[in-house]
């Protein structure tokens, strides 16, 4: 099965769509950035960014949003114009690289007492908000709120599996499990800082493996972050990469 990034799950509406790109809203979490974007269907000249830009940042200021989001195609990188351009207008720049592996070939785990594994149900779903919403108050309360609604809408889906890690019986890490036919995505795979280089994120993954066995795990990583490395040493296989671009906008004073 060739993976690509069309099978990673996407939290979003495709509202308007021409032959250049695709815009993604989600009205019930405005200031998720990875929900409020728009997604080039080939990279686009300087002219046709800054167009595109312009139609997004008024789309945005009518809702309240004070970001703009890109992503570009697959395995394809923005032309050294808009690179410029982007560098000189503030832009964040980064890059997503997108993993597979068969839960047959994820390395062994030491087992540590010390760690639990649950499936999130009615009895431990108010200790994964507590834990989620402390997490999540990193970007804002606004945000870690409006976060709160979106653990519950994936509490109530049947093809989300979220755990819940415990060191010593304290709630330690988090993993969202996006469950398809054929694929088992690993999403927003979070441990604690306080209870980290411990071995929880490894467990958690076990248990995905071990759940999902007949499967294909996937999962994105930021190219810039120390924890491709780790998913390169437990065996994930590169399937390709991924631009994207964001950038906070300063309201306009009249």
Do not use: W
Not at 108 to 132: A, C, R, S
Not at 241 to 254: D, M, R
């Amino acid at each position: 099965m060739d993976i690509t990034f069309e099978h990673i799950f996407r939290l979003g509406n495709v509202v308007f769509e021409n032959n250049l790109y695709r815009q993604i809203h989600y009205p019930e979490m405005l200031t998720r950035y990875d929900s409020n974007f728009i997604e080039f269907k080939k990279i686009p000249t300087l002219s046709e960014f800054k167009s595109a830009e312009g139609y997004l940042r008024s789309f945005h200021l009518k809702h309240g949003q004070n970001h703009v989001k890109f992503y570009f195609p697959e395995n394809e990188k923005p032309i050294v114009e808009l690179i410029d351009y982007l560098n000189h207008s503030g832009y964040n720049i980064g890059f997503l690289e997108l993993y597979t592996i068969q839960p047959n070939q994820f390395p062994i785990v030491q087992e540590n007492p010390d760690i639990e594994i649950y499936p999130v149900t009615d009895k431990n779903l108010e200790t994964f908000l507590k834990y989620q919403y402390q997490q999540d108050l990193e970007y804002g309360s606004e945000f870690a709120n409006q976060k709160q609604q979106l653990h519950k809408r994936n509490f109530e889906n049947p093809n989300i599996l979220q755990l819940l890690a415990t060191y010593k019986g304290k709630p330690a890490g988090s993993v969202d499990i996006i469950i398809t036919k054929d694929t088992a995505e690993i999403d927003g795979l979070v441990v604690d800082e306080n209870f980290q280089k411990k071995g929880i994120g490894s467990r958690l993954q076990k248990f995905a493996m071990e759940q999902f066995f007949n499967k294909t795990i996937i999962l994105v990583a930021d190219g810039e972050d120390t924890p491709r490395d780790m998913y390169r040493k437990q065996n994930y296989q590169y399937h390709g990469f991924k631009y994207h671009v964001n950038k906070v906008c300063i309201p306009e004073s009249n």
